[in-house]
């Protein structure tokens, strides 16, 4: 949770940059340098939260891989309980 609010607060820390950057160097320039300062700061945006995305994504596949190696193990823990349950339940049957 706090790693959220953390990057949530990074971001607008970049984007309150970003603006100053391009209010501050767009003053006394027409109109295209601020529009093209703006489009740069669009574009890096963009390349940041690519790499977030890319970092969730990854992290996502890393979960999911552990979780699938955890299910095989249970999975072949079930069967080997399983084959035990049968020659235990098979060792009753002969008592009786």
Do not use: F, P, Y
């Amino acid at each position: 949770m706090e790693r959220k609010e953390e990057a949530k607060k990074k971001k607008k820390k970049k984007l309150a940059i970003a603006k100053v950057r391009c209010k501050t160097s767009s003053k006394g320039s027409n109109g295209s340098d601020k529009m093209g300062h703006q489009l740069i700061a669009n574009i890096k945006m963009m390349n940041l939260l690519r790499s977030k995305v890319m970092k969730v994504w990854e992290d996502h596949q890393a979960e999911v891989n552990h979780l699938l190696r955890e299910k095989a193990q249970v999975e072949h823990l079930l069967e080997k309980t399983t084959i035990e349950v049968k020659g235990l339940q098979e060792i009753v049957q002969a008592v009786e």
